[in-house]
């Protein structure tokens, strides 16, 4: 079984429109979780993280779901350059094993 | 100029010969981290290393070596490169996992033949 699992998509929606990312892990003692996001051939660069409380970063809210075992990404009033692709990232023992899920491709339509 | 520098950013060669990919950076951070790319796989660790004198295996590190020359460089070689491994090649470096921020360099591009 995978440590990190994404619906990998794609979603194609219409620009101002809200999408949802789900994210679930499987080891509950995962501590750090995160998600990047990755440009078509680009690296992956940090877009937040996601902390118990959950939290907002403009359009952009993260949520943990500890009992679940699930991540959430919320993106409201979606913009052509929100597409891309989105990874949901774990950490479990802090320091030394990031895992990253496969992805969920995002694309904004005009 | 990029902080997390690869060399070569894309390579093609044939089954068989020893390939190595360069990593560099300057963000003066401890960790440093190998991660090979592929369809439908995602991102999965390969070595990692934690200062010059540490190396530490990830999850696929078969048909793979590295070497923390410095704190700043961190290679990965194939000794014998064969098909399978054509992907694309990140290394990633990280200060402390409690910000749980990687740096990535642009990537790596191998095509094995």
């Known amino acids: 079984r995978k440590e990190v699992e994404q619906d990998p998509g794609p979603f194609n929606v219409p620009e101002g429109a809200t999408v949802a990312f789900n994210c679930t892990y499987s080891?509950?003692?995962?501590?750090?979780f995160f998600w990047y996001r990755q440009d078509c051939r680009k690296e992956p660069k940090l877009l937040m993280s996601?902390?118990?409380s959950g939290n907002e970063d403009g359009r952009f809210t993260a949520q943990l779901n500890r009992a679940s075992q699930y991540i959430s990404l919320l993106i409201r009033d979606s913009k052509l350059s929100d597409s891309a692709t989105y990874l949901c990232?774990?950490?479990?023992?802090?320091?030394?094993?990031?895992?990253f899920g496969t992805g969920t491709s995002l694309t904004v339509i005009p | 100029d990029a902080d997390v520098t690869q060399t070569p950013r894309n390579r093609i060669t044939k089954t068989g010969k020893r390939i190595m990919l360069e990593c560099s950076q300057t963000?003066?951070?401890?960790?440093m981290y190998w991660y090979r790319q592929d369809p439908g796989l995602g991102l999965r660790l390969i070595y990692y290393?934690?200062?010059?004198?540490?190396?530490n295996k990830g999850e696929i590190s078969d048909g793979y070596s590295v070497s923390r020359q410095a704190q700043a460089k961190f290679s990965l070689s194939l000794e014998s490169a064969i098909p399978n491994q054509t992907a694309l090649y990140f290394c990633?470096?990280?200060?402390?996992?409690?910000?749980?921020?990687?740096?990535f360099g642009e990537g790596s591009r191998l095509t094995v033949l």
């Open positions: 080891n509950s003692a995962s501590q750090s």
């Open positions: 290393s934690f200062d010059v004198k540490d190396i």
């Open positions: 963000k003066g951070h401890d960790r």
């Open positions: 990232v774990v950490n479990i023992n802090t320091g030394n094993q990031f895992y």
């Open positions: 996601v902390y118990s």
């Open positions: 990633a470096t990280s200060m402390t996992a409690s910000t749980g921020e990687l740096f």
